[in-house]
């Protein structure tokens, strides 16, 4: 028994060296990105001036979230157990540092992504997306080298103390959970903070200088656009990987908790783990498949590296289970959660381009009140075919591997996170290539091929908020009944008939709404500030229109930052206190309740605003192409309108509820065993809270 154990813990040091070499691939295409020309002089100041915004913000955000976390760990120190709060902080600084990385390739790319559309489209595209690559790297190689070094040392050091091999895991399973509730925790904060910068500053940005001022979208004479750019690093790129990342981490450590401790096999957990390197190598070789020939499509050839690795992942993923595991309910239990993937990224894909995007831009020909219309009923057709995809798989692992098969679906969703990550964080990297060449006055031919890739971006980043949400779900789902085994609640399940259970679900399908309400709020209110001082700026600075004196833009990075540094505390604070008192006082079968309706909720709200959002900003560039009127136009200046509203749908409340739902559902795993004690505490001297 103990040897067959030792024979499959071979597998965590195959684990650690894969995060090992996963981080030496990126330093790899750091290296090749940063080899490039980073353009003229001009081209670099203005790099360096949104370089420096994004670095200032995060270095603020970090700041500020570090005293909510050094109040968790205390928390969890004296209240839960040492090494969960040790691995807890490991999982923070783990997400700080994947979101640090992807934000410092993608400001050093974006000048060099716009130097080479000077020779041609393929070169621009050969920075962009190896930038966005160090992103999606960055993620599965931190995700998989913190996670497998801190349970190697949990395993390690509770031997030394003198516990079996079978209770060292056990134990170390349990505690490695914090590790995933920290990387949720920096997600919430960076989510929120981010998605309230860079759409505050966009909505003020675009109303001003499109609407009012009749200037080009990143035009160096409106005061916002720098603060546009520094916030498509920090929520597009920095936000979105810390997004995935504890997406990701999540769906690993909920395989673990319901393999030690509900199935009791040590090659079930282990198999997660495998799986996941699958995945990273996958996502690792899948980068050289992204190759151009001259004029194809770029989306065609962004779809041929995501393609790429999923035909190697399902190679690898079949021979490790027939090798290792030997149960081949378990590979398609993984092919559901990526088939189910794939469908809701391309359903993203398809609700936010082509056919469907020009139905939403025909729409301004009568005003912004029909483009809204139309954006909205978009949204809300695109999830139908996500959430029954969704529903199907969810099945379909449960029928082949019980609660454990929800996890590996989970895993399979997520395998390729990499390349996921890698497509969305392209995006900003083409975003900011196009500002650079409109505000270095690059000429039109170098515009022209920076907007193609700017557009493609739009479509990716669909697909990746796609990935992040249908993960979400699964992940949510696959932490749920983690929290369900640890609390007893895996045999007897959740009666929806009890008082306390429904009551549970009422007040867990309120907090999507309640998070969506406070960022909305944030982002208008704080782009409010912007258009006022944009226009203040237009006013009293001589020659700022005329183009002979430079806007103050330090003045508006400022006030984004301001801004969603505060207003960022209250939704990330929800996450934590709302299931603590909804376990406390009600208890632990009101907490299952209180998940649930959080995810059933939540889950639908997401992709609804995720595509809306998308579609309203395609729209907008599809009239910016020359149809229906063209730039300045007025079904042109309609469709801003809609773009303004679709912001901060798609890049503030849509991903901030997939964490939202995953950070409340550790938060009860972790704690659940503390909550039912203070429950039971508060019952025994208020009888009537039983």
């Given at each position: 028994?103990?040897?067959?154990?030792?024979?499959?813990?071979t597998?965590?040091?195959?684990?650690?060296l894969?995060g090992?070499?996963?981080?030496?691939?990126?330093?790899?295409?750091?290296?090749?990105?940063?080899?490039?020309?980073?353009?003229?002089?001009?081209?670099q100041?203005?790099?360096?001036?949104?370089?420096?915004?994004?670095?200032?913000?995060?270095?603020?955000?970090?700041?500020?979230?570090?005293?909510?976390?050094?109040?968790?760990?205390?928390?969890?120190?004296?209240?839960?157990?040492?090494?969960?709060?040790?691995?807890?902080?490991?999982?923070?600084?783990?997400?700080?540092?994947?979101g640090?990385?992807?934000?410092?390739?993608?400001?050093?790319?974006?000048?060099?992504?716009?130097?080479?559309?000077?020779?041609?489209?393929?070169?621009?595209?050969?920075?962009?997306?190896?930038?966005?690559?160090?992103?999606?790297?960055?993620?599965?190689?931190?995700?998989?080298?913190?996670?497998?070094?801190?349970?190697?040392?949990?395993i390690?050091?509770?031997?030394?103390?003198?516990?079996?091999?079978?209770?060292?895991?056990?134990?170390?399973?349990?505690?490695?959970?914090?590790?995933?509730?920290?990387?949720s925790?920096?997600a919430?904060?960076?989510?929120?903070?981010?998605?309230?910068?860079?759409?505050?500053?966009?909505?003020?940005?675009?109303?001003?200088?499109?609407?009012?001022k009749?200037i080009?979208?990143?035009?160096?004479?409106?005061?916002?656009?720098?603060?546009?750019?520094?916030?498509?690093?920090?929520?597009?790129?920095?936000?979105?990987?810390?997004?995935?990342?504890?997406?990701?981490?999540?769906?690993?450590?909920?395989?673990?908790?319901?393999?030690?401790?509900?199935?009791?096999?040590?090659?079930?957990?282990?198999?997660?783990?495998?799986?996941?390197?699958?995945?990273?190598?996958?996502?690792?070789?899948?980068?050289?498949?992204?190759?151009?020939?001259?004029?194809?499509?770029?989306?065609?050839?962004?779809?041929?590296?995501?393609?790429?690795?999923?035909?190697?992942?399902?190679?690898?993923?079949?021979?490790?289970?027939?090798?290792?595991?030997?149960?081949?309910?378990?590979?398609?239990?993984?092919?559901?959660?990526?088939?189910?993937?794939?469908?809701?990224?391309?359903?993203?894909?398809?609700?936010?381009?082509g056919?469907?995007?020009?139905?939403?831009?025909?729409?301004?020909?009568?005003?912004?009140?029909?483009?809204?219309?139309?954006?909205?009923?978009?949204?809300?057709?695109?999830?139908?075919?996500?959430?029954?995809?969704?529903?199907?798989?969810?099945?379909?692992?449960?029928?082949?591997?019980?609660?454990?098969?929800?996890?590996?679906?989970?895993?399979?969703?997520?395998?390729?996170t990499?390349?996921?990550?890698?497509?969305?964080?392209?995006?900003?990297?083409a975003?900011?290539?196009?500002?650079?060449?409109?505000?270095?006055?690059?000429?039109?031919?170098?515009?022209?091929?920076?907007?193609?890739?700017?557009?493609?971006?739009?479509?990716?980043?669909?697909?990746?908020?796609?990935?992040?949400?249908?993960?979400?779900?699964?992940?949510?789902?696959a932490?749920?009944?983690?929290?369900?085994?640890?609390?007893?609640?895996?045999?007897?399940?959740?009666?929806?008939?009890?008082?306390?259970?429904?009551?549970?679900?009422?007040?867990?399908?309120?907090?999507?709404?309640?998070?969506?309400?406070?960022?909305?709020?944030a982002?208008?209110?704080?782009?409010?500030?912007?258009?006022?001082?944009?226009?203040?700026?237009?006013?009293?600075?001589?020659?700022?229109?005329?183009?002979?004196?430079?806007?103050?833009?330090?003045?508006?990075?400022?006030?984004?930052?301001?801004a969603?540094?505060?207003?960022?505390?209250?939704?990330?604070?929800?996450a934590?206190v709302?299931p603590?008192?909804?376990?406390?006082?009600?208890?632990?079968?009101?907490?299952?309740?209180?998940?649930?309706?959080?995810?059933?909720?939540?889950?639908?709200?997401a992709?609804?605003?995720?595509?809306?959002?998308?579609?309203?900003?395609?729209?907008?560039?599809?009239?910016?192409?020359?149809?229906?009127?063209?730039?300045?136009?007025?079904?042109?200046?309609?469709?801003?309108?809609?773009?303004?509203?679709?912001?901060?749908?798609?890049?503030?409340?849509?991903?901030?509820?997939?964490?939202?739902?995953?950070?409340?559902?550790?938060?009860?795993?972790?704690?659940?065993?503390?909550?039912?004690?203070?429950?039971?505490?508060?019952?025994?001297?208020?009888p009537?809270?039983?």
């Amino acid at each position: 028994m103990i040897q067959t154990i030792i024979q499959q813990l071979t597998t965590l040091p195959v684990t650690l060296l894969s995060g090992i070499a996963g981080m030496l691939f990126v330093w790899y295409l750091s290296r090749r990105v940063l080899s490039a020309d980073p353009g003229t002089e001009r081209m670099q100041t203005i790099a360096g001036l949104v370089r420096k915004g994004a670095i200032a913000f995060l270095s603020r955000e970090y700041k500020t979230v570090s005293y909510f976390l050094v109040a968790l760990f205390i928390i969890i120190f004296f209240g839960i157990a040492k090494k969960t709060a040790i691995a807890f902080i490991i999982g923070a600084i783990c997400s700080m540092l994947a979101g640090v990385i992807g934000m410092n390739i993608s400001t050093l790319s974006s000048s060099r992504t716009a130097k080479k559309c000077e020779l041609s489209f393929n070169d621009a595209l050969g920075i962009a997306f190896p930038g966005g690559a160090v992103m999606g790297l960055s993620v599965v190689g931190l995700g998989l080298l913190g996670l497998s070094l801190v349970y190697i040392a949990f395993i390690w050091y509770l031997l030394t103390t003198g516990s079996d091999l079978t209770q060292a895991v056990s134990e170390a399973t349990a505690m490695i959970v914090g590790f995933s509730m920290g990387a949720s925790s920096i997600a919430l904060f960076a989510r929120v903070g981010g998605g309230i910068y860079t759409k505050a500053a966009d909505v003020g940005a675009d109303l001003v200088g499109k609407v009012e001022k009749g200037i080009p979208e990143d035009d160096p004479r409106n005061p916002a656009v720098i603060a546009d750019n520094v916030g498509d690093n920090v929520g597009d790129v920095a936000g979105m990987g810390a997004d995935l990342y504890e997406s990701y981490v999540g769906a690993i450590v909920s395989g673990l908790i319901i393999a030690v401790f509900n199935l009791r096999r040590i090659d079930s957990a282990m198999l997660c783990l495998l799986l996941a390197v699958a995945g990273l190598i996958s996502s690792a070789i899948s980068v050289f498949f992204v190759r151009t020939k001259k004029d194809e499509d770029p989306q065609v050839v962004l779809n041929k590296g995501l393609i790429a690795s999923l035909v190697i992942f399902t190679v690898l993923s079949l021979v490790i289970v027939i090798t290792k595991y030997k149960d081949i309910g378990a590979f398609w239990a993984v092919m559901s959660g990526l088939a189910a993937g794939m469908l809701v990224g391309f359903t993203a894909q398809y609700y936010t381009s082509g056919k469907t995007v020009v139905g939403v831009a025909e729409q301004a020909r009568t005003g912004p009140a029909t483009v809204i219309i139309e954006g909205t009923a978009v949204g809300m057709l695109s999830t139908v075919v996500p959430l029954v995809a969704i529903a199907i798989a969810t099945v379909i692992a449960y029928k082949l591997q019980g609660v454990f098969g929800i996890a590996l679906s989970a895993i399979g969703m997520l395998a390729l996170t990499g390349t996921t990550v890698a497509i969305d964080a392209y995006g900003p990297i083409a975003d900011n290539a196009a500002g650079i060449a409109e505000m270095a006055h690059m000429g039109a031919e170098v515009r022209r091929r920076a907007e193609r890739l700017d557009a493609v971006g739009n479509t990716t980043a669909a697909v990746g908020k796609g990935f992040a949400i249908g993960s979400a779900a699964l992940t949510a789902l696959a932490l749920f009944s983690a929290y369900a085994e640890t609390v007893g609640l895996g045999a007897q399940g959740l009666n929806i008939l009890d008082a306390k259970v429904i009551a549970g679900m009422f007040i867990g399908c309120v907090i999507p709404f309640f998070l969506i309400s406070k960022t909305l709020q944030a982002v208008g209110r704080a782009a409010y500030s912007i258009v006022e001082e944009v226009r203040r700026q237009f006013r009293e600075i001589p020659g700022l229109l005329e183009g002979t004196a430079l806007p103050d833009s330090a003045r508006c990075v400022d006030i984004t930052t301001q801004a969603a540094l505060k207003k960022m505390i209250l939704p990330g604070l929800s996450a934590v206190v709302v299931p603590a008192i909804v376990g406390i006082v009600l208890g632990k079968e009101s907490l299952g309740g209180f998940l649930a309706g959080a995810l059933l909720t939540g889950v639908p709200l997401a992709i609804y605003l995720a595509n809306s959002g998308g579609a309203w900003d395609n729209a907008k560039k599809h009239i910016e192409e020359g149809n229906f009127g063209g730039k300045g136009s007025e079904p042109h200046k309609a469709s801003v309108v809609g773009d303004t509203v679709g912001d901060p749908f798609k890049d503030t409340s849509g991903p901030s509820l997939n964490i939202l739902l995953k950070l409340m559902s550790v938060v009860s795993l972790v704690f659940g065993g503390l909550f039912i004690k203070i429950n039971e505490w508060l019952i025994s001297i208020l009888p009537f809270l039983k």
